[in-house]
Structure formats: C-alpha cells, structure tokens
C-alpha cells in the first residue's frame, strides 16, 4: 500500500539535479522503511530483505495487474441504476456526444415540438451501422430538448449486448438489451425507451440498400404500446447510413461476431477504420401516432398489429426520405 | 394412511389446533434461524423441527422430531408426525446450501425429499406449504432479461446438478399444487444471501483476498441480506400469500464495484484459463464443473423482487448494504 505513494509529488523542476536525485533518494530510503516495518508488523514475521525477493519489474508487473483488473471499469461510480446507467460515465460521455452533435455529424434536427415533454414514451427509429451510434444521438437530442434526467434508454442488439467487453460500457452509457420485459419495465417506470424495430436486419444492410426499412420484427413495438398506452414517435435518422458504408459481408468461421462488414476503411486500415466517417446527419422527429383510444385488447388483433406497425414502418420510411430530400450532400 | 398411522399416537389429545408450525432442514441457515424465531414469538404457537439429527442448538421451546427425507419410506413417517402434532403449515427448507459431490443424495434429498414433503402434507391435511427455492434456478443466460419476474421459466444452469434438482422439484411441486388446490402452497425464491452470519460456497468464495473473476463481462448483481429473508419466511409461514415471489435486496451493483467495495485484489481471467486455473476456489467441493459457478458472475440474472415487498415489506437492506454487512463482518480491509 505504501508503494502507491510515488516519490514524483516531491520533485520540483526547477531545483538542480543533485539535490533532486538526493531527494529522490532520501524519500525511497524512507519507504522502503517504512514497506518493510509493515511487513514486520503485519507480513507475519516473514521479513526477509525485500531487494532478494521481489523481481525486478515488480512495481511495472504490479501496475499491469492493477490495469488489467480494471479493465473497462476504471471509469465510474459506485452507483448504477437499475439497468446499469452509470451518471458518472454518462457525464463523461456528454462532452463527447456534444461534440459528435454539433461538430463531426452537425446534426439537423426538425420536428422537435413533436416530442412529449415527458415520458413514458417510445421512440421508434431506423437502424444503420453496426455500431449503436444512433441510439446515441438520439438519446442526446432528447437529453438536449428536455432534460439530463429524462435521459432515454436506448435498445441494443442482442449479439452486441452480450458481447464480452462491450456489454459493461453499453450498460453505463444507457443500452439495454432489447426485449419485452425490459420495455414494459422502463415505461412502466416512465422513461423515454428508442427502440429499433429492424434489428438486426437494419444494422446489417450494405450500402446498396441504404435508407431502405426493414420488416419491422413481429410487431412488438405496436403492442407493446397499446398495452401500456405510451405514445409512438417515429423518428428518421439520416447520415448514419454512410458513417459505416458496408461495402458486403464477410462471415468468418467460428461466429463471434454475425459478420464482418467491410467497408472502404475497415479492415483495410484497421482500428482507425472503424471510426464512423463525418457524414452530416438529419433527425427528423414525426407526430406521435394516436394508439390511446384503441385500448390495450386492441393488442390480440393480430391483424391490426400489423397493419399498425405497417404504417409506422411508412411513416418512418417518409421521414428518411424528408431528411435524404433536404439534405443537400452526403458531406454537407 | 394417515388415520392408521395416527391412531396409535399418544399426544394426539393434548395438542392446540391452531398455530402449529412444522419446519424440515434444521442444519440449513433458513431452517435454523427461522425456528428460533418462530419461537421467539410471544403467541401460542408451537413449532416442531425436522432433521436428521438434532442440532447442536436447538431451541428450547420448540419440539424436535426425527425425519430423513432420503429414505424412501420418509413420506409416511413425516405424515405421522405432520398429523400427530396436528401441523398446519410446513417450512420446507431441507435443501442443500452448498451441492455437494454426490449427485445421488442431492437429487434423493432436494427432489425426492421434496416430494415426500408435497405428499405427507397432502395425506396430513396441512393448510400451508412454504418452499425455499431461489432465484438461481433462473439461471444466468445471456438472452435474459435485465429483471427476471416469477412467471420467467425456470431455465437452471445445464451442469449445476443442484439447480437441476430444484427445477424439477418445483415443477413437480406445481403439478401436485394444481392436484391440491385446498393447501397454500407458498415459493420463496431468494436470490444470494449474504450477512454477517450466513455461511456458503458463495461467501466463502467471495471471502476469499483475491479472486479470479470471468473477463470482458461484468454483471449486474442482486444480493439480499440474510435478516430480509429470514424475516420473509416467517411471515409467509404465518400469513397467507399463496404464490411466487423473488426475495431480493433493492439496487444492483456491478460485480466490479462489490469487489472494489471489498477492495478485493481481483483478476480477470479468460473464461478457459479461468476454469482450468480457479477451479477449487469455486466448485472446489460441490461435484459441478467451473462454468457452472462462473457463468453467474458473466450473464445477468437480476429478479425482480417488486410482487415479494408488496407482500412482505421493503427489504431492511439493499445489496449494498448486504454486501457491506458481509464484507464488514469479515474484516476485510476497507469499505466504503
């Protein structure tokens, strides 16, 4: 424990070299003393000169194991919430997320007014990119447009939620895993909730199929909105389609991941390829659909459901192409 | 059965029909701490404990009777005594706290045993059964959702024989409910206990000063303290609330905060050098491979315990606090 306490707080610059390697020196004496009485005192009596004992890249071998044990988690509080948000690493994330919103994506929002002012509430977006990166955007305009605390949740993938290593961070920043329960529960709870009806079929698309909406699951964003009676808000996202352009697929042997996208920079340029590119970003927010009056047993008409979320499905598809019409460039 | 088997009793006269409670698993902590303090109560209750052998410390109020639900012929014997002491509710906590190497017995105790317990109470005429069950047999799987309700279906890990057992002892337990609509059949599931006191293959593991724990994941835990559920049991052995209910503590907290909260030197290992190297630590002594350990410190298994503290109360502490109890009763070095 005494070891953490590293001699470099005592050295000033401006003194010379001497009398600093003297203190330097003076200071180490002191605590390897004191190391060693510790060891006396509680090491149960095993006190054997330390310099035969230890290796010599003890102290490096030590801060590898102390990184390595903290691995992913040397960044947040002791609290989470009850689906392991972080405020400590969200706060942290903010500055970053404000800087993809204004600088990298330059985000145009339109529609603003359309969104309640407070939850419970789904918004229902289009995916693109393998990477959460809307989910994130979205969950900060609404953050911006109301307030930190009406921060929404935002739905993951099963296979991204469950990846080792990713799983831990997404929880922090607000990723939940996409399912039924967890929507009823944060709704019930009165949270913002975006889902992605595509899933998977959204986030793997290739660039031909760009701006293009999925089949939206087996309707259970509609039904879960009519048994809870939570407004619907379809929101379109565009740009996030040629952050990621994926060029085709690339299954590997062995399923760690569902596929490799491959994309002009990635895998050609390795890590830095899997930066999302500076694309300029559109979110259009449309009215909220009126599900209300239709009642939670509206929810067993199976046909219903589906033409429901068949329109919901239309509406977003309209406001893409709102945003895909007004934008006047990929870049700009 | 019963009316042969209970004519030869001699206390039979002297019993008061109400208020009488039989608890099985004295050695278990459920079983033990909850006959002390049935006990401890100021009405006329009675209660009657059930083991293999009396234990060390048995209270003085309470009645011993000798019962092992291992033997095939233990449903007989139990409903001798069930209708002798004229029992109305049965606590059925005879379950293993830690599994252990002999697959055999275990499933001979926790299933069969069980059922023994389902059938005596049957032929006996018990008003109520309490069951202690646990919120393991959700089992951690990756698909799970972030709260785990009752109506969840019991998915167990494959390779925890323990967890198999109690599976099959629950379903067999619903069937026989559904065949005896007239008896109260009460399941609590705790989730991990933790507390000063509580002594298991989970708390010896987390006791350890350094511990190996799974790579690349870190879950949300759920903890509840051993007082909220001793506290849950007697109540459910004295009021009535027929059902499932999750006991758990209130908040979750990362794996890796507990372990910072402990200040735990902690390393994080690739699962297969994790279940080659941290085999004993772990499953050292309960016959189940590693993964059957480890996989609940890698995927989510949170249950819901909101229908539970609408019955019985908000738990006194939350994981939090039930894992400070725990660390701060072992005299582990720092806390905060």
């Known amino acids: 424990m005494s070891d953490d306490a590293s001699p470099k707080g005592a050295i000033t610059s401006e003194r010379p070299d001497e009398e600093r390697a003297a203190e330097l020196a003076a200071v180490r004496e002191a605590l390897e003393g004191l190391r060693r009485e510790l060891q006396l005192r509680f090491g149960g009596g095993a006190a054997e000169p330390a310099g035969e004992r230890s290796l010599p890249n003890a102290e490096l071998f030590a801060d590898l194991r102390r990184s390595l044990a903290t691995l992913g988690m040397s960044e947040r509080s002791g609290e989470v919430d009850e689906f392991g948000m972080d405020e400590v690493v969200v706060r942290r994330a903010r500055p ?22 407070k939850g419970p509430c789904l918004l229902v977006a289009n995916r693109s990119g393998l990477l959460p990166y809307d989910g994130l955007i979205i969950t900060h305009t609404v953050e ?5 605390a009406a921060r929404p949740r935002f739905f993951v993938a099963d296979w991204l939620m469950t990846l080792p290593f990713a799983q831990p961070y997404l929880a922090r920043l607000g990723g939940v895993r996409a399912c039924r329960e967890n929507a009823e529960r944060l709704l019930g709870d009165g949270h913002f909730v975006v889902v992605f009806p595509e899933g998977m079929k959204g986030a793997a698309k290739v660039f031909r199929d760009r701006y293009r909406l999925q089949r939206f699951g087996r309707g259970g964003v509609i039904r879960v909105a009519l048994e809870t009676g939570v407004p619907v808000v379809p929101i379109g996202i565009v740009g996030a389609e040629e952050a990621h352009p994926v060029l085709f697929k690339w299954t590997p042997p062995g399923r760690v991941l569902p596929f490799v996208p491959v994309t002009p920079t990635f895998p050609l340029l390795g ?14 927010i449309g009215a909220p659909l009126e599900l209300s009056e239709l009642g939670p047993e509206a929810a067993r008409d199976e046909l219903l459901l589906s033409r429901l979320t068949e329109d919901l499905r239309a509406e977003i598809q309209a406001l893409v192409d709102t945003g895909l019409r007004e934008r006047e460039g990929v870049w700009s | 059965m019963s009316s042969e088997a209970t004519s030869h009793l001699t206390r039979r006269s002297t019993l008061s029909a109400p208020g009488v409670i039989a608890v099985t698993g004295l050695e278990s902590f459920i079983g033990s701490q909850l006959v002390r303090r049935l006990v401890g109560r100021p009405a006329g209750l009675r209660v009657v404990g059930l083991d293999q052998r009396r234990p060390m410390r048995f209270p003085e109020g309470a009645r011993f009777a000798k019962l092992d639900l291992t033997r095939p012929t233990a449903d007989g014997a139990l409903a001798e005594v069930l209708a002798a002491e004229r029992v109305e ?4 906590a005879a379950f293993r706290t830690n599994p252990t190497p002999d697959l ?32 393991e047999l959700y089992g951690p799987w990756p698909d799970n959702p972030n709260f785990l309700t009752e ?14 057992d109690r599976i099959e002892m629950e379903s067999l337990l619903a069937d026989w409910s559904a065949r005896h609509p007239d008896v109260e059949v009460t399941v609590l599931r705790p989730c991990w206990i933790f507390g000063p006191t509580y002594w298991s293959r989970v708390t010896r593991y987390f006791s350890l000063p350094a511990l190996a724990v799974p790579l690349g994941y870190d879950p949300l835990m759920q903890l509840v303290h051993e007082e909220d559920v001793v506290r849950a049991f007697e109540l459910a052995a004295l009021q009535s609330c027929p059902g499932i209910y999750n006991l758990v503590g209130s908040g979750v907290l990362p794996l890796s905060t507990l372990l910072r909260l402990a200040d735990k030197q902690t390393w994080r ?14 499953q050292g002594q309960t016959g189940d491979p590693p993964e059957a350990f480890y996989d609940y410190l890698r995927y989510l298994w949170v249950a819901d315990g909101r229908r539970g503290w609408d019955v019985f109360g908000e738990p006194v502490y939350s994981t939090r606090e039930a894992w400070i109890s725990f660390v701060s009763s072992r005299r582990m070095r720092r806390y905060r």
């Open chain 1, 144 to 148: 911006q447009l109301r307030s930190p």
């Open chain 2, 104 to 135: 055999e017995l275990d499933h001979e105790l926790e299933t069969i045993g069980s059922l023994h317990v389902m059938n005596a109470c049957a032929a006996a005429k018990v008003k109520r059964l309490v069951v202690a069950s646990s919120t």
């Open chain 1, 96 to 117: 970053v997320l404000q800087f993809l919103y204004d600088r990298y994506w330059r985000v145009d929002l339109a529609g603003a007014e359309h969104l309640p002012e």
């Open chain 2, 151 to 164: 109506r969840h279906p019991l998915r167990g890990h494959p390779q925890a024989h323990s967890v198999r």
């Open chain 2, 269 to 282: 290992l690739p699962g297969p050098l994790l279940h080659r190297l941290a085999y004993f630590p772990s």
């Open chain 1, 271 to 284: 890590p830095l390829g899997a930066l999302p590119l500076p694309t300029k970003w559109m979110v259009r």
């Open chain 2, 89 to 92: 509710a049965v606590v059925h």
